[in-house]
């Protein structure tokens, strides 16, 4: 019996440490997403941009996790520079009162902590109900492909996408502010070491120069005269977002999810705007 539980528990170690398939990726940048666009009202563009944003992130960090899991210290500084421009691109597509809100919720803000099993994202513990989405897949669900990332676009693609006059101004980088200790504990707990020279990286390891990018192919680069490559947010491109100044809102609370749009299961399948014109799925 001994033996059973303990291959159980060394089945579950390896799934958390293997490596996420690019559909599971896809499937954590939206769930992710959705729940952003339900809380902070994003608009139709907002939602689509968001969605490759968490997208080029959870990509790129994948590939480190492991090590961030075992408290290497380089790993966890590296994680911490992606997630930082991750926030710093979402800044860009968020007008101030949306930012606000997403710098209140932790499990937007910082959304991924470790335990002794694996990563995870905070935003699962905090909705519960897995299969269910407020909204349709974005736009650009399986066409994106990672074109608009920091290693195309070093001083970021969205950052003259929207109005200027409505971004948040503060500093929201977390590597370089002055209780970084703190948070790094808060997400992968006190205990971090340095990687020693004897210690060889894993095949994951966020410096191997064989990892293939998945980005270079040219026929899904988003060019001009490209052919090949889908139109970004087509169906928004109709829609020119309004500049003007956002009206006042109260603050919602983060704690639990808006009462009044629980999941029915014999809902009638309808279409309804909601999170600034996003419709809305209908579907667990």
Known sequence: MKKIVLASMLALLSLNMMALSESRIRDYARFLSDRMAYELDLTPMQYDDCYEINYDFLYSVERIMDDVVYGYVDAIDRYYDYLDYRNEDLRHILDYVQYERFLNAEYFFRPIYTTRTGWH?????????????????????????????????????????????????????????????????????????PRTP?????????????????????????????????????????????????????????????????????????????????VRSGRR
């Open 198 to 278: 004897a210690e060889k990286p894993r095949p994951n390891y966020y410096r191997n120069r064989d990892q293939q990018n998945r980005a270079a192919d040219p026929r899904y680069r988003n060019e001009r005269h490209n052919v090949n490559s889908p139109k970004i947010n087509s169906r928004n491109q109709s829609r020119p977002e309004s500049h003007t100044a956002p009206a006042p809102q109260q603050p919602r609370s983060n704690a639990q999810p808006r009462s009044n749009a629980q999941p029915q299961n014999n809902a009638p399948q309808t279409s309804r705007s909601g999170g600034g014109g996003v």
């Open 121 to 193: 994202l905070r935003i699962y513990n905090v909705y519960t109900n897995h299969s269910f989405y407020y909204y349709d897949r974005p736009s650009v669900f399986y066409v994106y492909r990672g074109g608009h990332a920091r290693v195309h676009y070093p001083s970021g693609y969205y950052s003259n996408r929207y109005a200027i006059d409505r971004r948040y101004r503060a500093e929201v980088r977390i590597r370089s502010s002055r209780d970084y200790e703190h948070r790094r504990r808060m997400d992968f707990g006190a205990n971090v070491r």
